[in-house]
Each structure stands twice: as C-alpha cells, then as structure tokens.
C-alpha cells in the first residue's frame, strides 16, 4: 500500500498550489478521501474530504470558498487546488485514505505560505 503526496512547495500570500496524492496497493475508488493538515505545535485538522465516488463533498470552515478537493478513480488519484493562500495555511498536508476498518496515510508534503 502506497500514499503518496506531493506539489507542496513555498507560495507567496494569495498564490495557489495543487497538491496530488497517489495511491497504490489498494481499491482506491472504494475509499473516502481526505486531507489533513498540521501546523507546527498544533493538532491535525481535518481540511476537505470527498466520498468513494466523488458525490460529496465537504471542507473546514477556515478553507472553505478557496480550497477545492477531487478525485479521479481511473488515475487513483485526488487533488487539492489551494487557492488565495494564507500564511495561516501553512503545514505539511496529509492525504488519508478510509475505508471501514482499513486506513491508510501519506508521508505529507510542506506548504508554505510566506512573502
């Protein structure tokens, strides 16, 4: 099983990233996808998540209107378009796989959002 993040990078105030997470080794298309964030000296957070076939939907308050997750199942794919970034976005990004009992995360990739 693979969980792999990547496109997180150094962006100015207001900038966007993509961020895309590949999965492996799995039924991706069964599992609900999500992304998670923690800052330095914070807890995890959950950011956005979207359903097994990508129906649904749902973001964090403090994202909401700027951050865009989707998925592709024939890529084993999903993505999160980050837009209008604030320096408050910065951390490192997890992507989270589940499904029932089973459960999978990435390694998590920086973002980091400074002038």
């Known amino acids: 099983v693979r969980v792999v993040e990547s496109g997180g990078g150094l962006v100015q105030p207001g900038g966007s990233l993509r961020l895309s997470c590949a999965a492996s080794g799995f039924t991706f298309s069964r599992y609900r996808m999500s992304w998670y964030r923690q800052a330095p000296g914070k807890e995890r957070e959950l950011v956005a998540a979207i359903t097994s076939a990508g129906g649904s939907t749902n973001y964090a308050d403090s994202v909401k209107g700027r951050f865009t997750i989707s998925r592709d199942n024939a890529k084993n794919t999903v993505y999160l378009q980050m837009n209008s970034l604030k320096p408050e976005d910065t951390a490192v990004y997890y992507c989270?796989?589940?499904?029932?009992?089973?459960?999978?995360w990435g390694q998590g990739t920086q973002v980091t959002v400074s002038s």
């Open positions: 989270y796989a589940h499904w029932g009992t089973n459960n999978h």
